[in-house]
C-alpha cells in the first residue's frame, strides 16, 4: 500500500512540469490540461508495469509525450495560420512590454522543430538534466545537446539577441515564474 501512496504523490508533485512541456507541446492550455489528464490516467491505469526505483518522472514525461504524438497521428494536420491573421483576429494585445516579449518568445518556440522545441523545454524551462531529457526523447545525450544548442541559437535569431544582457532574469521574469530574482553584477 506504501508503494501505491508513493506513486500518487510522485503523480502530483509532477504535475505542473507535465502541464508546462504539454503546455510547449500543445500551444494551448487548455489542449495542454487534456494531455496531463489522459496522460496521468494513463499512468494511473498502467502503475502495475512502473519499476519501483526508476525515474517516476521521466516516464511520465514518456507517456505524455508519446500520448501528444498519438494524438496528432490521430488528428492530422491543423489549419496553418502562418501569417498570424487568425491569431491577431482573436488576440488582445498587451499593454506591459513584458508580456509582449514573452508572447513574442511563445511564437518562436512554437516555430522550432518538434525535436529541438521539445529538447529546449525539457532542459531549460523544466531543469532536466541532459542525461534525463535524452531518456524521454529515446535518443543520445549528444543529440539532445545538440538539438537544445540548435534551438538556442533559432530562437536568439528569431527575437534579435545579439548578447545575454538583452534577455532577463529581470523583474517581469520574476513576476512571471513568481518569484523574485537578484541580478548579480560581477
Known amino acids: 500500500m506504501s508503494n501505491q501512496v508513493e506513486f500518487k504523490d510522485g ?3 509532477a504535475i505542473p512540469n ?8 500543445c500551444g494551448a492550455a487548455d489542449r495542454a490540461d487534456d494531455l496531463v489528464q489522459e496522460a496521468l490516467v494513463r499512468a494511473w491505469d498502467k502503475q502495475s508495469s512502473f519499476q519501483p526505483g526508476t525515474n517516476l518522472r521521466a516516464w511520465l514525461f514518456t507517456i505524455l509525450r508519446n500520448e501528444f ?10 489549419v496553418s495560420d502562418a501569417d498570424g491573421a487568425l ?3 482573436m488576440a488582445s494585445h ?12 511563445q511564437k518562436a518556440l512554437m516555430t522550432l522543430p518538434d525535436d529541438q522545441r521539445e529538447a529546449i523545454v525539457l532542459v531549460g524551462a523544466s531543469g532536466m538534466a541532459y542525461e534525463e531529457a535524452a531518456e524521454i526523447c529515446g535518443c543520445a545525450v549528444g543529440t539532445v545537446k545538440s538539438r ?6 533559432r530562437l536568439s535569431e528569431l527575437l534579435d539577441i545579439k548578447d545575454s544582457s538583452e534577455y532577463g532574469p529581470d523583474g517581469v521574469a520574476a513576476h512571471v515564474m513568481g518569484r523574485s530574482v537578484v541580478n548579480s553584477a560581477a
Open 11 to 13: 503523480l502530483l508533485a
Open 18 to 25: 507535465l502541464r508546462a512541456f504539454a503546455i510547449s507541446l
Open 69 to 78: 504524438y498519438s494524438q496528432m497521428r490521430k488528428r492530422g494536420r491543423e
Open 87 to 89: 491569431t491577431n483576429a
Open 94 to 105: 498587451p499593454e506591459q512590454s513584458g508580456k509582449m516579449d514573452l508572447q513574442d518568445f
Open 148 to 153: 537544445v544548442s540548435r534551438a538556442r541559437a
